[in-house]
């Protein structure tokens, strides 16, 4: 089945700078993969995906970058602010139709 | 639109004991998701449900079970409940569980078991 590390586990930035998180995956027959941001005491909730067809994709402050090759994808998210402190997955699609996610990154943004 | 729903939000269990997790998916969904998510850790996949047939199952043992109703709603069994089992359980739903598209979360159910 399809693993999925991410890394870094802990991450902390300064208000205004920018964070990225990089997940590996190994099922090289994966075609979606979607991020998602878990607040404190919530579900967590889709905030970007990119799909095997595509490079790279952005929505105003996030963007995400995929290399099928290296199959690697990663988050970028700029001038980071307050609200943005959550814990991020990433996770990958395989070909047993399930998503499997990373363990999880836990972003702090210091104002 | 409602979103996903789940029942109850908190329980608390002994050990050996059993319990019945309930989820609603969105409307017109007809895959549903199990993920257990325990302190600190990622989400591990449990169950996959689409038009009321299991699909595919992750690495828990059998006293991990499910089904899924006609009106695409689904339960969460859990047996002879052990201690490692106190973990907040999601549900997620889909319009297609085969093809790549989001899945929508719910808030959980967070159990606890003494």
């Known amino acids: 089945g399809e693993n999925v590390e991410q890394h870094p586990s802990t991450l902390s930035v300064q208000e205004g700078d920018s964070a990225v998180i990089k997940c590996t995956y190994s099922?090289?027959?994966?075609?979606?993969f979607p991020w998602y941001k878990q607040e404190l005491g919530k579900g967590p909730q889709l905030i970007i995906d990119?799909?095997?067809?595509?490079g790279e994709k952005k929505d105003q402050r996030i963007a995400v970058t995929l290399n099928k090759t290296a199959k690697h994808f990663s988050l970028h998210i700029t001038e980071t602010q307050p609200e943005d402190s959550a814990v991020y997955f990433c996770?990958?699609?395989?070909?047993?139709?399930?998503?499997?996610f990373g363990a999880g990154t836990t972003v702090t943004v210091r104002a | 639109e409602a979103g996903v729903t789940q029942s109850p939000t908190h329980l608390i269990k002994t050990r050996g004991q059993q319990v019945t997790l309930r989820c609603s998916p969105i409307s017109g969904h007809t895959s549903v998701y199990w993920y257990q998510q325990a302190l600190g850790l990622g989400l591990q996949f449990l169950l996959w449900y689409d038009e009321g047939e299991e699909r595919n199952r992750g690495n828990f043992p059998p006293r991990f079970s499910g089904r899924q109703f006609p009106n695409y709603s689904s339960e969460l069994n859990v047996n002879a409940l052990e201690l490692e089992d106190s973990a907040l359980y999601l549900c997620?739903?889909?319009?297609?569980?085969?093809?790549?598209?989001?899945?929508?979360f719910g808030e959980g159910s967070r159990l606890t078991v003494l």
């Open positions: 996770a990958a699609k395989g070909n047993d139709y399930k998503l499997s």
């Open positions: 099922d090289s027959a994966s075609n979606y």
């Open positions: 990119i799909r095997s067809n595509v």
């Open positions: 997620a739903s889909s319009l297609d569980g085969t093809a790549p598209g989001e899945l929508f």
